[in-house]
């Protein structure tokens, strides 16, 4: 083993290359105050092992996109766990930057002669939430779609430029394809590089000019108490790591990693919010009403260029942080205000109660949409075609679409068909006044009279209307005995019971609001079965494909289990 | 120095290796600066046909604004081609005068945000920044530039067809994208 490894040196010197670097001397001994840039390594490390893991499973369109993140999310094992360190890696990465950056200024580490990797840090700290920005709009779920948008928008509406820029960052007039691979691109090969590039030169810069140790220390003092970075520092180095993943760990496993919500869908309507570390301009965008354009463009370069020049406005002779207040209290000013902006923002999404039940309806479809992609794929439409999936949702848009005008509103042309229809109560609702304005009232079909009956002969009655919708809760022994009553009334003056009977005065109740009836009734309301020539629906054969009729009837049996008020 | 045979040459080989790298480097930036803006100005996404079935007119009161999605029949996103697929939203009036539908895209024209109503105000507002607008669509407060962007609509065998357009965001002239 020892020959190999001094046979290894002798061609490459990478034994020495790597004793001098864990030998290099840190003046005044080891501190924990000195750990960030590690944690900081350590969290890069990170994010580029599990952005691998979650690019080994990720698709880039607008079709795939979704459907690859829900599936690591629901179906890779651990999938989550990976993601969602992913995710609060970044903000971890966020919130070390300012501590490393915080630790730099109060220690005067960017003064000369280290100013030019103290401007290093800052670009890293640019190139950290550009990667925060462009992973977001990844998943293309609502949020990420949503929030993006108002950033390209933002973009588009910079002077001179803007507009040109926005067409390259979002790859053309609209949000598309293009503007995923453009964003994967950049989150996945650019960054990865720059941020590559800029930390070997932090790190050489770095070790270069050493560590800044404390202020107020003779050199004299600082060699005697000087300790190797190996073992002393790096022992510190590995427990903040550690504390800092074992945080990032539980975060994760408390929240069951990252959220996914729904599939981006253009037509709805969602409240866009973007991560936490853009709360400060997201709610200056909301308080700068006409002063926008200044808001998002002034500040962002005022922070950045402030952060830039940090080193040439502090000429204090001191490093002690009492002599340098005005430069720290710039600082911490500008902190304090992002951490007040960002408190303020949560604190009014939080007490805007209508933006919580949005929000919670939201969740819900998100929910939805992943039980869906779970049961039953995600067609290769896209994302938003999972709904498509479930054929009651599917319905649910044709109903609006084509039914609702006539069935749904004040306008009606015929009987409501809302939460409750075909129910129980419906049914005994419609007993008591069939021509009531919200059953055949706003039609001309309306001469059948309320039968009278007892109320254990409507229930009976109710019961095996009700057991015709196909419901499996329906009780057998009132079923019959309902049967025997609608035999013995006059009801089959003018109804059937039995799928062949045609041309009574009313419509046949066989199978009345099942699946296969509403199949046959929406393509042919007229047919001699139902309404024959008292009909007024028109005919949706051509309309609507067998298919579609099956999903509306899905979607209309499934208002039965609905309330009917 | 003196200037000899041996420094000329190598002023020489320093130029000839600068203008070389530089012809090879400027060669090669040509199409690859070519390949990444040339989305500019390009129609990336696209739509055929005309208006959109939208819904049925007698649902459009003059009371409440409705909300109808507006789905494409057929529209190209770089390479892919998809049908029926949600292009975006409109928002339905009925005039309490003339009795006419108007239609109003969705889309913030401040950012592109969806708008909501709020019936509580009986006004359109942006749950992004705040803009709120009337129910003609001018701008009432907020940062957005200009008023909601009216699209066309029509009305045939009952049935309201809106033509579906989007607008550049953030500028106070109506811009079609």
Redesign the interface.
């Known amino acids: 083993m020892r020959a190999l490894l001094d046979w290894l040196e002798e061609r490459t010197g990478w034994g020495s290359l790597a004793r001098r670097a864990l030998q290099e001397p840190v003046p005044g001994g080891a501190s924990f105050h000195y750990v960030w840039g590690s944690v900081l390594l350590l969290l890069l490390g990170l994010q580029a092992l599990t952005g691998v893991l979650l690019g080994l499973h990720y698709s880039p369109?607008?079709?795939d996109a979704w459907a690859s993140v829900a599936f690591i999310q629901d179906q890779v094992p651990l999938g989550w766990l990976v993601r969602g360190l992913h995710a609060h890696g970044a903000s971890a990465m966020v919130l070390v930057c300012l501590a490393h950056l915080m630790q730099t200024a109060i220690y005067g580490a960017y003064r000369k002669p280290r100013e030019v990797n103290w401007i290093l840090g800052v670009l890293l700290f640019c190139a950290v939430l550009a990667f925060g920005l462009t992973g977001y709009l990844l998943p293309w779920d609502q949020t990420g779609y949503?929030a993006t948008?108002?950033a390209t928008?933002?973009i588009?509406?910079l002077p001179v430029a803007g507009?040109?820029l926005q067409?390259?960052v979002?790859?053309?007039?609209?949000?598309?394809?293009?503007t995923l691979t453009r964003f994967y691109g950049v989150h996945v090969f650019v960054l990865p590089a720059l941020v590559v590039v800029l930390v070997l030169a932090h790190v050489a810069l770095f070790r270069r000019h050493g560590v800044t140790p404390r202020w107020g220390r003779g050199e004299e003092q600082l060699r005697r108490r000087s300790e190797p970075f190996w073992p002393h520092q790096l022992f510190r180095d590995t427990v903040a790591g550690a504390a800092t993943l074992a945080v990032l760990v539980a975060v994760t496993l408390f929240t069951h990693g990252a959220d996914l919500e729904a599939p981006a869908?253009?037509?709805?309507?969602?409240?866009?919010r973007p991560e936490w570390y853009f709360r400060p301009l997201f709610q200056l965008?909301?308080m700068?009403?006409?002063l926008?354009?200044l808001v998002s463009l002034v500040v962002p370069l005022l922070v950045v260029g402030g952060l830039l020049v940090l080193p040439f406005l502090d000429r204090a002779r001191s490093r002690a942080p009492q002599r340098r207040l005005r430069p720290l209290g710039a600082l911490g000013l500008g902190i304090a205000l992002a951490g007040g902006l960002v408190a303020l923002s949560f604190y009014e999404d939080a007490t805007d109660e209508e933006?919580q039940a949005?929000l919670a309806r939201a969740e819900e479809t998100a929910q939805r949409a992943r039980r869906l992609a779970v049961e039953n794929g995600v067609p290769t439409?896209?994302g938003?075609a999972v709904f498509d999936t479930e054929p009651a949702v599917a319905g649910e848009?044709l109903f609006?679409?084509?039914c609702?005008?006539?069935h749904?509103?004040?306008?009606r042309?015929g009987p409501e068909i809302s939460p409750g229809y075909s129910s129980r109560t419906w049914i005994e609702d419609f007993l008591r006044r069939p021509s009531g304005h919200r059953f055949f009232g706003v039609t001309g079909i309306d001469d059948m009279r309320p039968p009278r009956l007892r109320p254990p002969d409507r229930a009976a009655l109710v019961e095996l209307i009700y057991s015709q919708t196909g419901a499996e809760d329906a009780n057998d022994e009132l079923v019959e005995r309902g049967r025997l009553l609608f035999g013995r009334g006059r009801c089959p003056e003018c109804h059937s019971l039995d799928w062949t009977t045609e041309g009574d005065l009313g419509p046949n109740l066989a199978r009345r609001g099942s699946v296969e009836m509403l199949v046959e009734f929406i393509a042919d309301p007229g047919h001699p079965r139902w309404f024959g020539e008292a009909n007024e629906m028109p005919s949706f054969r051509d309309k609507l494909s067998p298919e579609q009729r099956r999903q509306l009837a899905a979607y209309i049996v499934s208002l039965r289990d609905g309330e009917w008020e | 120095m003196p200037s000899d045979g041996r420094s000329d040459r190598r002023t020489l080989l320093k130029r000839a290796t600068l203008s070389l790298g530089a012809a090879v480097g400027l060669g090669l930036a040509l199409p690859l600066v070519r390949v990444?803006?040339f989305?500019?100005?390009?129609?990336?996404?696209s739509r055929e046909g005309g208006p959109l079935?939208a819904?049925?007119?007698?649902?459009v009161?003059t009371e409440v604004p409705l909300?109808v999605?507006?789905?494409s029949d057929r529209r190209r996103?770089?390479?892919?081609l998809?049908?029926?697929?949600?292009?975006?939203?409109a928002w339905l009036v009925r005039d309490e005068d003339t009795g006419e539908i108007r239609a109003f895209s969705?889309s913030c024209p401040?950012?592109?945000?969806?708008?909501?109503f709020d019936p509580e105000s009986g006004l359109f507002r942006c749950?992004?920044?705040?803009s709120g607008f009337a129910l003609d669509g001018r701008r009432l407060s907020?940062?957005a530039k200009r008023g909601l962007d009216p699209l066309p609509v029509s009305v045939e065998d009952?049935r309201v067809r809106v033509a579906y357009k989007?607008f550049?965001?953030?500028?106070a002239e109506r811009i079609e994208?």
Do not use: M
């Not at chain 1, 749904?408 to 306008?411: I, N, Q, S, V, Y």
């Not at chain 2, 819904?55 to 649902?59: D, G, N």
């Not at chain 2, 998809?82 to 939203?89: D, I, K, T, Y």
């Open positions: 369109s607008t079709t949503w948008r108002v928008g933002l588009g509406a507009r040109p067409q390259i979002q790859g053309g007039n609209e949000y598309g394809n293009l869908n253009p037509a709805s309507s969602f409240d866009a965008l909301k700068a009403g006409p926008e354009s933006l949005r439409a896209g938003d848009r609006r679409q084509y609702a005008g006539c749904r509103g004040d306008e042309k | 990444l803006v989305p500019l100005g390009r129609r990336t996404v079935d819904t049925a007119a007698e649902r009161t909300r999605e507006l789905r996103d770089a390479w892919s998809a049908e029926g697929v949600a292009l975006g939203a969705a401040h950012l592109g945000c969806a708008i909501d749950p992004c920044h705040q907020g940062p009952g989007r550049r965001t953030d500028v994208l």
